[in-house]
């Protein structure tokens, strides 16, 4: 492998050096961020919500355990996880991108959720807390995003307490053929025109679609889990594949 | 495979909406804290694990602790004994199996039979006081009026089984005969139990 190629990391289906892609993504959601609910209600026809739930009952959290939701975003996850862990635990809501954060915190104080979430502008490759932390790590359409995904893992498998789990939701890739086809279309005609009408961003939405399309496959994550050192790793498919929640354990 | 997680999710939502109808459910709840009760279903051999917080249940698929209790038996098998008035039953025929801390297995049980829910509090917020009240008034007196009928009809049949036809034996015999088989029972395991011991020591 040259140097080039070695410096180099996908950014959709372009070929970009490794240290501009978090700039580059930065950009894209940085763009994004104001209308980031909206669009995801528009272009997932409001299934987003089913998958965050079928996350949150994969991830096993119990009432006074300790959640870190990375890329966490606008909150949406954060809110279900503090449902689950109640008074007693406590989330993270952390991202990289500090006007995603900002949304994310004033949607949860307006809803009055303050008392025991904490917030944190973090890379997830290097995450700044301490090991054996947490009793979830969770990843919800952030995974993708991220430059270098294995240290992600690693990194997230770091500051899981023993017994904690890894939950990776993530865009995945169509398991049928008739799905593929007709995802495609939606995805690569159809969403860039959604983004440019209502979010007027037609190269974020694009950004998007290839995003996915360079996503590992179901298995090749699942290994990747596994050589990050978690245990017990497994997929679920939902609607056909066209996105997964991977979980792990750290025993 | 995303069937489980939506019925765990959509059964632990009914499940607490449920348990919420009493408003002093934290009462039963708190001792059984922090604690794990498994339940396998069986032919499914699924297991689920319901873990009591404060003011609910959480239920989830996988627990890397070992669970407190392990309740194992047929869907049929636990509904029943969740609905019996006598649950031990269940137990001793077999048919539900539970292993672990048998006191907590027992205070689970007994959670669905200390609710004490008000209905017609909860529906008078929908349909206004006068209203649930009539209509709680009238389900009680027709509840009582079937309970009235039934008992009747069961007293009339008991009797005329047991003292007239004489085709089945009265209760306490059949409890006397039951004691007595349990006691075989005992005894016979206790037998094998010091042959293997005796075969043991040869």
Redesign the interface.
């Known amino acids: 492998m040259s140097t080039e190629q070695e410096n180099s990391t996908h950014f959709g289906y372009k070929q970009v050096a490794t240290e501009d892609k978090v700039n580059m993504v930065r950009g894209v959601f940085d763009s994004v961020a104001s209308q980031y609910d909206i669009m995801n209600d528009l272009m997932s026809f409001g299934i987003h919500r089913?998958w965050k739930?079928?996350a949150?009952?994969?991830s096993?959290v119990?009432?006074?355990e300790k959640v870190l939701d990375l890329a966490g975003g606008t909150g949406d996850l954060t809110i279900l996880f503090e449902k689950?862990v109640?008074k007693?635990g406590s989330v993270v809501l952390a991202d990289i991108n500090s006007e995603m954060l900002r949304t994310g915190r004033d949607r949860l104080i307006d809803k009055g959720l303050t008392q025991n979430i904490n917030f944190a502008q973090v890379n997830a490759e290097c995450l700044p807390f301490e090991d054996n932390s947490f009793d979830c790590v969770c990843i919800a359409f952030g995974l993708r995003n991220v430059t270098d995904k294995s240290a992600a893992l690693r990194s997230m498998m770091r500051v899981l307490k023993?017994?904690g789990r890894v939950i990776v939701l993530e865009f995945s890739h169509p398991t049928d053929k008739v799905t593929k086809t007709v995802y495609d279309f939606y995805s690569f005609k159809l969403m860039p025109k959604i983004g440019k009408f209502v979010a007027k961003d037609e190269d974020s939405y694009r950004y998007l679609a290839e995003s996915i399309r360079m996503h590992p496959k179901q298995d090749d994550l699942k290994n990747m889990m596994e050589e990050a050192g978690l245990e017990?790793c497994e997929y679920?498919?939902?609607s056909q594949g066209v996105v997964a929640?991977h979980r792990g354990?750290k025993? | 495979?995303?069937f489980k997680?939506?019925f765990?999710?959509a059964f632990?939502t009914a499940l607490n909406h449920y348990l919420q109808l009493d408003d002093n459910v934290t009462l039963f709840l708190k001792p059984l804290e922090?604690k794990i009760i498994a339940i396998t279903i069986l032919p499914f051999n699924e297991t689920l694990y319901l873990?009591p917080?404060?003011d609910?249940i959480?239920i989830?698929?996988?627990?890397?602790?070992e669970a407190d209790t392990h309740i194992t038996g047929s869907l049929v098998a636990l509904g029943l004994m969740s609905l019996s008035s006598n649950p031990k039953r269940a137990f001793f025929s077999g048919e539900v199996s539970i292993t672990g801390d048998l006191t907590l297995g027992h205070q689970f049980q007994q959670i669905f039979k200390k609710l004490d829910i008000d209905l017609e509090k909860h529906l008078a917020h929908y349909t206004g006081e006068s209203f649930a009240h009539k209509l709680s008034q009238f389900a009680h007196q027709t509840h009582d009026w079937h309970q009235e009928t039934l008992n009747g009809l069961r007293l009339n049949i008991t009797e005329f089984l047991q003292d007239e036809s004489k085709d089945l034996p009265p209760e306490p015999e059949i409890a006397l005969f039951m004691q007595h088989v349990d006691q075989l029972q005992e005894d016979s395991e206790r037998l094998e139990a010091r042959i293997n011991q005796l075969g043991n020591t040869q």
């Open positions: 089913i739930r079928v949150i009952q994969l096993n119990r009432e006074g689950r109640g007693k023993p017994g017990r679920f498919n939902m929640v354990y025993f | 495979m995303t997680p939506l765990i999710s632990e922090s873990c917080a404060d609910k959480q989830i698929d996988y627990s890397p602790e």
